[in-house]
Nanobody
């Protein structure tokens, strides 16, 4: 069974940085796309960033220039480097892995950006 485990969340001040990790139980090359989503209280889950098996990346407009998605293939891990954090970045962040006919989610990690 595929497992995705997020880590690295925490409490930071505005302008601070965090790096989230998503450790997969299988090679990340087995996923067409891996991505990070977030869900703030009272809001719908939204896509933050994605990386394809070929290495192409995309970002939500709200995080462009501040967040960077990357991967370490031998470690089966995808990262989300978050810089210049804002209070509106506060959310539970979820790792997602997409295959042709399957989708997998991690348990989420809390990111709180507070004054």
């Amino acid at each position: 069974q595929v497992q995705l485990v997020e880590s690295g969340g925490g409490l930071v001040q505005p302008g601070g940085s965090l790096r989230l990790s998503c450790a997969a139980s299988e090679t990340i090359f087995s996923f067409n796309v891996m991505g990070w989503y977030r869900q703030a209280p009272g809001k719908e889950r939204e896509l933050v960033s994605r990386i394809s098996s070929g290495g192409s990346t995309s970002y939500a407009d709200s995080v462009k220039g501040r967040f960077t998605i990357s991967r370490d293939v031998p470690k089966n891990t995808v990262y989300l480097q978050m810089n210049s954090l804002k209070p509106e970045d506060t959310a539970v962040y979820y790792c997602n892995g997409l295959r042709i006919y399957s989708e997998y989610w991690g348990q989420g990690t809390q990111v709180t950006v507070s004054l």
